[in-house]
């Protein structure tokens, strides 16, 4: 005979896998450590998905779209970058050669509620490069023209910003920077970037997830993962 125990915990199994079936939800605890960083991502389907593995070791086919979003984010939150521009509207016009792949990039610098002091952030910009076919993330970050500042494993700033800090905790996340992200458009640009990238960064990993089940749950998952591959590396540099 089942304890009145064993009974308890089978009938809110039951009722989780039912609220799932449903299309409910099960949400990750809302007290899941927050951090400001930046966050990597490729264009998927016209959707951004959570870069699974870091920048320099990431390979992106001809005719991918990049994507880096800098804001304060944990495992139940999704910041992504607010624009998503086609490879069509960034990279025609731009020519490719035998043994080259072209790429489009996208940066977001974020809001300024995802800043540590309120600053306003550079605005968001877009380009496609023309790089080797063995070129990496972090090579392609390289040959749109952006600087980079690093920290063994961590990629901690894009074109200057944020000027100090790296991938920190961030205690008490304020209302502005918990707030929904407002949809953006990035301009095409006006004269597309090209050539081979001769550096990259260390290894990175990120991602900013909500560890949900339901009827998004695979994306929800993975973008857990992305977001735990991105702690990880951040815990090795603090070491």
Request: aromatic share 6%; with cysteine; proline share 6%.
């Amino acid at each position: 005979m089942k304890s009145p125990r064993h009974v308890r915990v089978l009938r809110a199994a039951v009722i989780a896998i039912l609220v799932t079936l449903a299309g409910g939800v099960v949400v990750a605890p809302a007290q899941a450590a927050a951090y400001r960083y930046w966050g990597y991502f490729h264009l998927t389907k016209g959707a951004w998905a959570f870069a699974q593995t870091g920048a320099a070791q990431a390979i992106p086919a001809n005719g991918a779209v990049e994507g880096w979003r800098f804001a304060v984010a944990d495992e139940s939150s999704i910041r992504t970058p607010r624009a998503t521009p086609t490879f069509a509207a960034l990279c025609t016009g731009t020519a490719i050669k035998t043994g080259t792949k072209r790429v489009a990039l996208v940066l977001d610098f974020g809001r300024p509620a995802d800043s540590a002091d309120g600053a306003t952030p550079p605005a968001p910009k877009a380009t496609c490069v023309t790089v080797p076919e063995k070129a990496t993330g972090a090579d392609i970050l390289v040959a749109g023209g952006a600087t980079l500042r690093v920290s063994k494993t961590l990629d901690c700033a894009l074109d200057g910003w944020p000027a100090t800090g790296c991938g920190e905790a961030v205690a008490n996340v304020s209302a502005a920077a918990a707030s929904p992200d407002t949809k953006i458009t990035i301009a095409a640009p006006k004269a597309n970037a090209a050539g081979s990238a001769t550096q990259s960064p260390d290894k990175s990993s990120t991602g900013s997830p909500a560890l949900v089940l339901g009827g998004a749950g695979a994306l929800a998952l993975v973008a857990a993962l992305g977001f735990g591959a991105w702690r990880r590396g951040r815990d090795a540099t603090d070491d």
